[in-house]
């Protein structure tokens, strides 16, 4: 007789193959009847077995996998008689091969796998109610709703066994789309994930961090995983967070409150310096920013990182962050005068009273009108 090779799906046969080249037909059928539940649990998102998982996935008035329209009479017709062979292929062929002594010729095991593999591909043609493309469609759907009720509900689409999937796809997409959304629908995502498979994208964020040259992908990252930033490797976080560092000696803002590209990146630390491996170096940049009397640079830091100046103060090596704001006030720097004043000025022990006291703006020739 043709060899059944011929007759089936590729992946069929390579799913088969072993025990059928063996001669093993009662386990090549079961191997059969394992590849199409697999396929349907995989359409489905069910991780059931035999009856309930048939039931399941194309059973009901709103089936997870629809052969057809299920518009017409003869359409919900051929829906319910495959669920019910499929049913009749655990039932009468699956079951009793599992449980008791059956002695398959090739010409038995070539038959029923040839009708399975025709049931496979009614299964392929069908549409499955989720799928990674359309949710990903979703999350990058320019009319998405940004809140967290709108996420929460998308997510809850996502069958169990395609949580890690979409996970792996949403870091992988991570730089499409706008910032606030990712985030949105990683924050709602990410408690689902085991705790194996969070250790697995950490592991993928750390070795992209490792050799990114994209600033883009940096602050994304940040963005994502903030929370969990101490659990990325060592090398990563260092190589990651000395690439924003480096671009605060030239971060501005500008009087109309316009942040320059270097500034929108650098501003991005701020989300992890209080974990950071290298808060003595930024703390360095931000003073040096501080004491170059440039008032953009100035207007950066104290807009960006005024918040933490106190807590960098211990890293400062011989220099103060206090005696440096002392100084610009007592030379009439009105950036470092508004913002002392909304920062400090409220206390009433405050180190600065003396200063904001006796402040006497000083305009230099670069800020006039004419």
């Not at 829906?79 to 038995?108: C, F, M, T, V």
């Not at 995983?225 to 501005?252: C, G, Y």
């Not at 960098?312 to 206090?322: A, P, Q, R, T």
Request: hydrophobic share 40%; charged share 30%; aromatic share 10%.
């Amino acid at each position: 007789m043709e060899h059944i090779k011929q007759h089936i799906e590729e992946r069929l046969w390579e799913f088969i193959k072993r025990s059928y080249n063996s001669e093993d037909y009662k386990t090549a059928i079961l191997d059969s009847i394992q590849f199409i539940g697999d396929i349907i649990r995989e359409k489905s998102g069910l991780d059931n077995d035999g009856n309930q998982l048939i039931g399941g996935a194309l059973g009901g008035t709103n089936p997870k996998i629809r052969l057809n329209k299920l518009k017409t009479e003869s359409e919900k017709n051929i829906q319910k008689g495959i669920e019910s062979i499929l049913r009749g292929i655990y039932s009468a062929y699956r079951n009793p091969r599992s449980h008791s002594k059956i002695n398959d010729s090739e010409q038995d095991a070539f038959e029923i796998i040839i009708f399975i593999n025709h049931l496979i591909k009614l299964i392929d043609k069908s549409k499955g109610k989720f799928t990674t493309e359309l949710f990903l469609k979703r999350v990058f759907d320019n009319d998405f709703v940004q809140t967290n009720q709108y996420a929460n509900l998308l997510i809850k689409d996502i069958p169990k066994n395609k949580i890690f999937e979409i996970a792996i796809e949403i870091f992988r997409q991570k730089e499409n789309g706008k910032v606030a959304i990712i985030i949105l629908i990683w924050e709602a995502l990410k408690d689902l994930l085991s705790e194996e498979e969070n250790i697995e994208i950490l592991k993928l964020v750390s070795e992209e961090l490792r050799f990114t040259d994209s600033l883009k992908t940096v602050i994304r990252c940040i963005a994502l995983f903030e929370s969990q930033w101490t659990k990325i490797d060592e090398d990563s976080r260092l190589r990651a967070e000395n690439k924003l560092i480096q671009l605060i000696p030239v971060a501005e803002k500008d009087f109309q409150g316009t942040t320059n590209e270097a500034g929108i990146y650098a501003s991005w630390f701020t989300s992890i310096i209080k974990v950071s491996l290298l808060r003595n170096l930024v703390a360095d940049k931000i003073y040096n920013s501080l004491v170059s009397r440039d008032k953009e640079k100035q207007r950066f830091v104290i807009d960006f990182f005024g918040n933490h100046i106190d807590g960098l103060e211990d890293v400062l090596f011989l220099d103060s962050f206090k005696d440096i704001l002392k100084k610009e006030l007592d030379d009439g720097n009105r950036i470092i005068y508004d913002w002392v004043s909304n920062y400090y000025g409220k206390k009433k022990d405050s180190d600065f009273k003396k200063e904001l006291e006796n402040f006497v703006e000083q305009i230099s020739e670069d800020d006039l009108p004419f």
